[in-house]
């Protein structure tokens, strides 16, 4: 069973910066695209950024590009979403998800992902 654990989140101020961690077991991880999502009270969950399981593809929303960074440590079974210039609207609560597919080297839809996190709370103040 593949388990999905999301750390990291906390209350910033607006401009500052956090690192989420996304730990995974269960599976084989390093063969798995990654992907963050948020979800915002009212508001539906939303793509924020993927990485094939090389790391040799990424995309972002538009809405964190420049700021956001995803990256993986294929050796710990760990995805990292790095936050900088947070602002009011990334305040959400953030989960990482795996697509299953070996080896996929594009970046699936949202609807294929199958394995979610719970999700850790990312506040921003203003």
């Known amino acids: 069973q593949v388990q999905l654990v999301e750390s990291g989140g906390g209350l910033v101020q607006a401009g500052g910066s956090l690192r989420l961690s996304c730990a995974v077991s269960?599976?084989?991880?390093?063969?798995?695209?990654m992907g963050w999502f948020r979800q915002a009270p009212g508001k539906e969950r939303e793509f924020v950024a993927a990485m094939t399981w090389s790391g040799g593809r990424t995309d972002y929303a538009d809405s964190v590009k420049g700021r956001f960074t995803i990256s993986r440590d294929n050796a710990k079974n760990t995805v990292y979403l790095q936050m900088n210039d947070l602002k009011a609207e990334d305040t959400a609560v953030y989960y990482c998800?795996?697509?299953?597919?070996?080896?996929?080297?594009?970046?699936?839809?949202?609807?294929?992902?199958?394995?979610w996190g719970q999700g850790t709370q990312v506040t921003v103040s203003s």
């Open positions: 269960g599976g084989t991880f390093s063969r798995y695209v």
């Open positions: 998800a795996a697509d299953g597919v070996e080896f996929r080297n594009t970046i699936p839809t949202p609807r294929d992902y199958i394995y």
